[in-house]
């Protein structure tokens, strides 16, 4: 075996096998997406807060429900979560109240319907790419020490063609297939520890439009 | 309820401004976390060779590795400060013959006159021979001289003669007092040599402690062996085989690292006798 050994991160990489090469790609593959899902999750989350802590605000002024619709209605795309849900559980409200004598009660219910179907909707939006985090985070170690455990067999037998058997025989081998477990951690701990703190804000949110539904409902029952 | 009441679920479909900033910044994350990982790797990579030392009890002076260089011959005696060489002995001058006696009994019997022309005609012959002899003495002296000179320059080759093998002497006696610096030299590497060697023979028992196996080695620069050959065999196969395989382990043989002087380690002859 040659004695000067390329020791730097990239010689280890292109000493490895090709099945260890395969699980390197894939693991870094999966590490830059998981990156990327953890800061449009970021983004989004931060971007759906400051929607929610806004639309409150509004809600609670005290404003008038119908320009709070009209406003809603017209920038739907640009709305936050806790709007679309008022938006929907208003226009159904309106719709239902228009038949006068109607019956109350009916109204309020799909009014609570209405509200929760977007509501699902939104949380469908917001635990989007979520489960890929959770995935990554749980396999990736897995998957590494599956290249580990590869690149060390391939040491060993190249160890068993040799008479004397030296640590310097083995250790490269070792060393380049350890990168892998590298790789690995290094794709799960982030994904694992964004995962936790994303289903926790998500989990916030939620809280917020179910509670916010309930009072909605409620002024929509004194109002009817 | 009217068809316009059913909201569409892909009415949903919302913007999301920030997905693209979102891509550049896992991107980025990781380019930090690979030239971190370089030059966190690249830091440790930096082994300290080990260092490997051998004690000796007795070390070849260093003064005596540089020296082998055969000293320049001492600067010829000048010729102009040696004694000149003595002249030969003047020749000491060879007197000229004397003339023959003039035969004065003859004259004394002879008339006068004939005495007389005798003598007029002795004289002119006496000058004539006298004239001759001065020449004779010239050529003689001339002749002295000339042998004189050659003499002399005879004195003189053999002086430088002498002066160049006086030159000579010396130069031999430095190159052999290098040679003999050198042999002490290479006599104690060959020590160093043949400790290392020993250190790695494994004796077989039952061998005569007078036998002795001669090895004619052949190394390469740095001190591998290229081959080795028993020359002389200690009389116990199985001690010859040790002294061989300890050879090759004791490899790289301990040589001076002066390239200049690998030529004479390049092939040695290593006796090896056992409980040395």
Redesign the interface.
């Known amino acids: 075996m040659n004695v000067t050994q390329d020791m730097s991160v990239w010689g280890l990489v292109s000493h490895a096998s090709l099945f260890v090469q395969l699980v390197m790609l894939g693991l870094l593959l999966a590490s830059l997406l998981s990156w990327w899902y953890i800061f449009r999750k970021a983004f989004v989350l931060r971007q759906a807060k400051s929607d929610t802590e806004a639309f409150e605000k509004d809600f609670w002024s005290g404003g008038d429900l119908n320009s709070l619709y009209q406003a809603a209605a017209a920038a739907k795309h640009r709305a936050g979560s806790l709007e679309r849900i008022f938006e929907a559980g208003f226009r159904e409200f309106s719709k239902v109240k228009r038949p006068p004598g109607a019956d109350r009660s009916a109204a309020i219910d799909g009014t609570r319907r209405a509200m929760s179907a977007t509501y699902q909707r939104e949380m469908d939006v917001l635990e989007q790419n979520l489960a890929f985090l959770a995935s990554v985070g749980s396999v990736a170690p897995y998957i590494g020490l599956l290249g580990t455990v590869w690149g060390i067999m391939h040491a060993f037998m190249g160890l068993s063609t040799v008479a004397q058997a030296t640590l310097s025989l083995v250790a490269p081998g070792i060393a380049e297939a350890l990168i892998a477990t590298a790789m690995g951690l290094f794709a799960a701990i982030p994904a694992v520890l964004a995962y936790n703190r994303f289903s926790h804000d998500i989990d916030r949110l939620a809280v917020r439009f179910e509670s916010f539904m309930e009072e909605f409902t409620n002024i929509m029952q004194r109002q009817g | 309820?009217s068809h316009a009441?059913v909201?569409q679920?892909f009415?949903?479909?919302?913007?999301?401004p920030?997905?693209l900033?979102?891509?550049a910044?896992?991107?980025l994350?990781?380019v930090v976390?690979?030239v971190a990982?370089?030059y966190g790797?690249?830091i440790?990579?930096q082994r300290n060779e080990p260092v490997s030392a051998e004690l000796w009890a007795a070390l070849p002076p260093p003064a005596a590795v540089a020296k082998p260089v055969p000293a320049p011959p001492e600067p010829p005696p000048k010729p102009e400060l040696r004694p000149v060489p003595k002249p030969p002995p003047e020749p000491k001058e060879v007197p000229v013959k004397a003339p023959p006696k003039a035969d004065i009994e003859l004259k004394a019997k002879e008339a006068a006159k004939a005495k007389q022309a005798e003598d007029e005609r002795r004289r002119l012959e006496e000058a004539k021979k006298r004239e001759a002899e001065k020449v004779k003495a010239q050529a003689q002296a001339q002749a002295q001289a000339d042998a004189k000179a050659q003499k002399e320059a005879l004195a003189k080759q053999a002086e430088a003669d002498r002066i160049r093998r006086e030159q000579e002497e010396l130069g031999r006696k430095a190159a052999e007092a290098a040679a003999s610096a050198q042999a002490k030299l290479m006599a104690s590497h060959i020590d160093k040599i043949r400790a290392k060697v020993r250190n790695f023979i494994v004796e077989p028992p039952g061998v005569p402690p007078k036998a002795t196996a001669e090895f004619d080695v052949v190394l390469i620069p740095g001190g591998d062996v290229l081959s080795v050959k028993l020359r002389r065999s200690s009389g116990n196969a199985l001690y010859d085989e040790a002294v061989e395989r300890a050879i090759r382990r004791a490899e790289p043989l301990p040589i001076p690292p002066e390239p200049q002087l690998f030529p004479q380690f390049r092939t040695l002859l290593l006796q090896f006798r056992p409980q040395e």
């Open positions: 309820m009441a909201r679920p009415q949903q479909v919302r913007e999301e920030k997905a900033l979102a891509g910044l896992a991107l994350v990781h976390a690979v990982l370089t790797f690249s440790q990579t």
